[in-house]
């Protein structure tokens, strides 16, 4: 069986996010699924389903669990496709709980992906306990499905920040339990950007088996609005600031709807003896 690993919202090897992608006619036991995730210990691992040659299932896996939505996982599952599985121009990928993702390339390589927009709330009664967690001070709490969101005055705080990992992953399984069905909500922190970015974020996700997520391509529907309206534009050019970084490219659409962009860049091609 091959598998590929691709490095997505980057351009150059050894940057972006790092994600195997393997292609399959039909889904593979979930057990040896997960195992090959934990194997590969990358942020995802995404299985993808070929139903025609415009028209794919979808699934991502985290070395300990299977998420609901990933956007890195998502570039690089396309970048495969359009590389060695099918001459066509646009993808559907057909998710379970999303509805339908519509992908395509432009010329120069770029893939542009049509999510949902997922946006968060700001709350003013948020958990003491993130400013433990956290040791920079903070000005807002946003809340979505997926994450808390904290919005820092300075950018050079993200980058400067080392959240204590353990306290809020433990602190994250405790709540998940609290909730039916469980809810394991990661973190992620962000600012207003210099030029020529528009704002820079960090993303942690312990609680799923990634300390620090190197480029969140699914938390750019929940910040990319964000500051769009803060800043009062529809295109956000995001900067996240991990050790190996990356670039997206957010436009907001009608209809609820985002469009993230970016470059990916093939690592390897192995063949699994399963």
């Known amino acids: 069986m091959k598998m590929y690993q691709v490095d997505a919202f980057t351009t150059e090897l050894f940057k972006g996010n790092p994600a195997a992608v393997i292609v399959t006619e039909y889904w593979l036991d979930e057990v040896l699924m997960q195992n090959i995730a934990l194997e590969n210990n990358l942020a995802e691992t995404a299985f993808v389903k070929m139903l025609d040659a415009e028209n794919y299932e979808i699934r991502w896996f985290t070395p300990t669990t299977e998420v609901n939505f990933c956007g890195h996982a998502t570039l690089a599952s396309s970048f495969v496709l359009f590389k060695d599985y099918t001459a066509a121009k646009t993808l559907r990928f057909h998710v379970k709980e999303l509805g339908i993702f519509v992908v395509s390339q432009e010329a120069d390589g770029k893939i542009k992906m049509n999510f949902p927009i997922r946006r968060a709330k700001k709350i003013t009664h948020y958990p003491e306990v993130l400013k433990q967690i956290l040791s920079?001070?903070?000005?807002?709490?946003?809340?979505?499905?997926?994450?808390?969101?904290?919005?820092?005055?300075?950018?050079?705080?993200?980058?400067?920040?080392?959240p204590n990992l353990e306290l809020f992953k433990q602190w994250t399984l405790n709540q998940a339990e609290k909730t039916q069905p469980k809810r394991v909500l990661d973190l992620a922190i962000t600012a207003q950007a210099a030029a020529p970015y528009d704002c820079i974020s960090r993303y942690f996700a312990p609680a799923n088996g990634i300390d620090e997520d190197p480029v969140t391509g699914s938390i750019h529907t929940a910040i990319a609005p964000l500051w769009a309206e803060k800043l009062g534009k529809k295109d956000i050019l995001a900067d996240q600031a991990s050790a190996r970084g990356g670039k997206l490219y957010c436009e907001l659409l009608e209809n609820e709807r985002i469009e993230i962009s970016g470059y990916a860049k093939l690592y390897m091609q192995a063949e699994l003896h399963l």
């Open 136 to 162: 920079k001070p903070f000005k807002n709490v946003y809340l979505n499905h997926q994450a808390y969101i904290m919005e820092y005055a300075n950018p050079q705080d993200v980058r400067d920040e080392k």
